[in-house]
């Protein structure tokens, strides 16, 4: 396989695992927030919190579909683009994707059928039971693929025999240093996620005719989920950064762009080249910034990327991602302080917006998804050329394909995900027009 045709097999697999990971941040935020709804419906307004429910609940049916189906061509493409991948990882990597997939099915056949046709059969509290049950089935399904994830980039627990790597302490490999972070960010970046497509489609509906007490309190619900998501994220950023700089040296210094070993970085926020002292990038100097965020050797010298000739990272794709996913952080915090200045007097009521304002928040709902897909870039594209540990790269694993029919299949699969987009957007366009639909009652469904 050429060049060329690896990294098009590199721009397939994350075109399929990211637009995978759009859906399924919504379906594990979603999931969370139904049942704190569901939770809430027990107080003194329990129809307002059960309208929030009845309608976000319908989303989540719809985000789920869609990650679901996401997620075959993932797997399918483990095989297909990386077809020596699990010839050396399968003892690994193997039971930690049945582990996965066993809690997708176990919860979809016991407990999400119920929760999406069953309600009027049970109590109130034997179906907020059924809906924690989903959004745990939900959130292990994702901690083993963030586990997959964390593994592959610091494995541990693992001994290499004759090529293969042989799981010596299970607790040892899902202790890799990497997992309570990816995990963690995952996590927090869902919610948030959540928290402006809850505060988009909520100002979406204001646009359509006067909101209900219902989608009041999702939009209250939202602000406030959003504030203490984004202190989460924050707090899981800077932990990861701390990880990459001890265990990924390279990622860190094509983070930082800092190119020589030894040097102390000057710049926190642009690229650290000791020439750089005039223009823009020398006004952004900061003398000794960013040297916490680098690995260090033995020494406690500084690592440069020249120490990695013979590997290195993209650096540009590594250098912007990273602050895309600022740029996309940062822009989300002002949104919400301004949203929480605008609307606290009139008891977070998003009526109180103007209509230009509304269309900023709807525009703004995309912000989750930007930082997701950054993010997924600089964790994967940043630990390139390796795919695990510091031993096997990307072209020891590599198909047999041809760049032509590697690039055939991304546009292939390019054009199927546009299309699912289209059709996520036509229906929740049409749900955010007409709300929830009453549906008469036949033989005890909901």
Same mark, same amino acid.
């Not at 997708?104 to 069953?118: D, P, R």
């Not at 700089?245 to 990622?251: D, I, L, M, R, V």
């Given at each position: ?13 994350? %075109? ?8 399924? !941040? ?7 927030? %139904? /049942? ?29 579909? $869609? ?7 993932? %797997? ?30 176990? /919860?979809?056949?016991? /407990?999400?059928?119920?929760? %999406? ?15 924690? #049950? ?39 490999? $899902? ?66 950064? /701390? ?13 930082? !762009? ?9 710049? $926190?926020? !642009? !690229? ?51 602050? $895309? ?95 699912? #987009? ?25």
């Amino acid at each position: 396989m050429t060049h060329s045709a690896l990294s098009l097999s590199q721009a397939q697999f994350f %075109l399929s695992l990211g637009f995978m990971l759009l859906f399924l !941040a919504l379906e594990l935020g979603l999931s969370w927030v %139904l /049942f704190y709804f569901r939770v809430k419906t027990f107080g003194s307004r329990h129809h307002a919190w059960m309208g929030a429910y009845r309608f976000w609940v319908r989303i989540f049916a719809l985000a789920f579909i $869609l990650s679901f189906a996401a997620s075959m061509p993932v %797997l399918i493409q483990f095989g297909s683009v990386w077809p020596g991948l699990m010839e050396q990882v399968g003892d690994v990597v193997g039971p930690m994707l049945a582990a996965s997939m066993l809690s997708l099915f176990i /919860f979809k056949s016991c /407990f999400l059928g119920v929760m %999406l046709f069953a309600q009027r059969m049970l109590s109130n509290a034997v179906h907020t039971l059924v809906v924690f #049950m989903v959004a745990l089935g939900v959130t292990l399904t994702a901690f083993w693929l963030v586990a997959i994830l964390a593994w592959m980039q610091v494995p541990t627990g693992v001994d290499v025999l004759e090529g293969h790597y042989v799981v010596v302490d299970w607790l040892a490999v $899902l202790a890799t240093p990497a997992l309570p972070w990816y995990g963690g960010l995952l996590l927090a970046g869902s919610l948030l996620t959540v928290a402006f497509f809850m505060l988009g489609v909520s100002c979406a509906q204001t646009m359509q005719r006067p909101v209900t007490d219902s989608e009041r309190l999702a939009f209250r619900t939202a602000l406030f989920l959003g504030v203490g998501a984004w202190c989460v994220q924050l707090f899981m950023v800077v932990g990861n950064g /701390f990880m990459t700089a001890e265990h990924q040296p390279a990622k860190a210094a094509a983070t930082a !762009a800092y190119w020589h070993s030894g040097v102390q970085p000057d710049l $926190l926020f !642009a !690229a650290a080249s000791p020439g750089v002292q005039e223009g823009v990038l020398g006004a952004l100097r900061w003398s000794h910034a960013g040297g916490r965020w680098l690995g260090q050797d033995a020494d406690g010298v500084l690592i440069g990327l020249d120490r990695f000739a013979h590997a290195l990272p993209p650096v540009a794709l590594t250098f912007w991602s990273f602050r $895309l996913a600022v740029l996309a952080g940062v822009l989300m915090l002002l949104v919400l302080g301004w949203a929480l200045l605008r609307t606290r007097r009139y008891g977070l009521d998003p009526h109180s917006l103007s209509y230009r304002s509304r269309q900023v928040l709807v525009g703004a709902s995309v912000l989750g998804w930007v930082m997701l897909l950054a993010g997924a870039a600089y964790v994967l594209f940043g630990f390139a050329p390796y795919l695990v540990g510091s031993d096997i790269t990307l072209a020891q694993v590599q198909g047999s394909n041809s760049a032509a029919t590697v690039a055939l299949g991304l546009l292939a699969y390019g054009l199927v995900y546009a299309l699912c #987009m289209v059709g996520f957007l036509q229906m929740l366009r049409h749900v955010v027009r007409f709300g929830v639909v009453p549906v008469a009652r036949h033989r005890g469904r909901a």
